[in-house]
């Protein structure tokens, strides 16, 4: 099945201008030996994320790069949830850093999120990953996967991306941006996402 196929000796694009994903997209990937480029380097535009669900947000960066290159695509759309905020900032993460001028403030964005989070006791927070495999005919298929824990400010931790460092996962003593990378990996929201996409590899 084409599936498997692409773990198994494919090329791949994986379809994400974000270093940080590049990189643990591309650890996740290594123990299958693929040849992989990133949208970013092959100067693939950012396509918009017109989507409100991770998976369909994917969806379009998988699809856009696999049609771009006539090769398959792996996107992952990804966010921090904070249920004090009913979800926020999910699907709009990014958003969240986003600078007037471009770029993005991470710093900031956790402090905004802390800042609106504070009044509230219930501290309970999560990442989720959707990543989506896509082929140049427009086939996909999507993988979901979550970690739990709770939310810290100020941040800990000069590890990982994003919001890792605000992040504390169920029963850790360390951040996301505390902890190696190995030791993300072992239950980070994008491994259990790619746990599925392996298990369903294997299974088709
Ligand atoms: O602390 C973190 N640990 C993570 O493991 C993680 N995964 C995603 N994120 C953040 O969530 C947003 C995703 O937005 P997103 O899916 O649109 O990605 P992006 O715009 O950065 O790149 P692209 O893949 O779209 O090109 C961005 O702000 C990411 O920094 C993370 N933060
Ligand atoms: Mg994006």
Redesign the pocket.
Known sequence: MALARVLQRGRLVI????E??RR?VAELLAPFGMEVVA??ALGLP??E?TEDS?LG??RI?ALAAARATGLPAL??????SVAALGGDPGVR??D??ELPGGG?D?AM?MAKVAALAAPFPDRHAW?S?ALVLAWPDGHSEGFLGEVHGTWVHPPRGER????????LPEGGAET??EMEPAA?HAI???ARAFALLREACLTA
């Open positions: 379809a994400t201008h974000n940080g994903k643990e949208a970013g950012v396509p994320e991770f947000n994917a960066k996107a992952d759309d990804s966010g921090f993460t990014a969240w850093a993005r991470y964005a990442f990953c990982g991306f994003g919001y890792d460092p605000m992040f996301f941006g993300k980070s929201h994008r």
